[in-house]
Structures are given as C-alpha cells and as structure tokens.
C-alpha cells in the first residue's frame, strides 16, 4: 500500500529556514504527481506546492512563492520541501501527498501523517 513518511519538521525562528522530506513507497514513484499540503489550526488543508512526474512542472501557493522550493529524486523515492525566509503564517502540520496521476491538476488521493513546523520567536 502507499506508504509517505515525512520528516524535518520542528521550531524555528522567523526568517529561518526547513527542509522537509518525504519518502514514498508501495507505488511507481516516477509516474506520480507529488504534493505539500499543509493545515494550521482552525484552517482547511492547502497545498503548498505540487511537482509533476516531469520534475519540470511545479506549482507553488502565492503565499510561499520565492521562499519555498518542491524538488524529487525518483531514484531515491523522495520528495522535498525546502522553506526559506519562514514566517509565523507558515506555522502548519505540513503534509506530504501523492497525486492521482502525473500532474497535480488531477488532484492528490493519499497523505502522510504530517510534520509539524512551528515558526516563533
């Protein structure tokens, strides 16, 4: 079964930096779309950013373009989220996501259990 497990979550200051990972298993990796969502109290899950099977195609939420980067290595199963210039707004559970098919526009039909990130001073 499918199987996304994230880590690299934790505290950090504003203006600080993250990388998260997620390490898929239990499908043809390549072939899937992945995502980030993430979930702050009180608000509905959102994706953050979407890369496609073609690691060229990438999508970001307005609120975190040019601070935050989705990257993969297909030969390792993985998927990243590298977070700069972090604010307290991005405070979340951030969750890692595979897509129904080879872009995001399909929409995204597993999650894993989520890392959160806490941005504070």
């Known amino acids: 079964q499918v199987q996304l497990v994230e880590s690299g979550g934790g505290l950090v200051h504003p203006g600080g930096s993250l990388t998260l990972s997620c390490v898929a298993s239990g499908f043809s990796f390549r072939n899937y779309a992945m995502g980030w969502y993430r979930q702050a109290p009180g608000k509905e899950r959102e994706l953050v950013a979407g890369?496609?099977?073609?690691?060229?195609?990438?999508t970001y939420e307005d609120a975190v373009k040019g601070r935050f980067s989705i990257s993969r290595d297909n030969a390792k199963n993985t998927v990243w989220l590298q977070m700069n210039t972090l604010e307290p707004e991005d405070t979340a559970v951030y969750f890692c996501?595979?897509?129904?098919?080879?872009?995001?526009?399909?929409?995204?039909?597993?999650w894993g259990q989520g890392t959160q990130v806490t941005v504070s001073s």
């Open positions: 890369i496609g099977s073609n690691i060229y195609r990438r």
């Open positions: 996501s595979k897509g129904r098919a080879g872009d995001w526009t399909g929409g995204f039909v597993s």
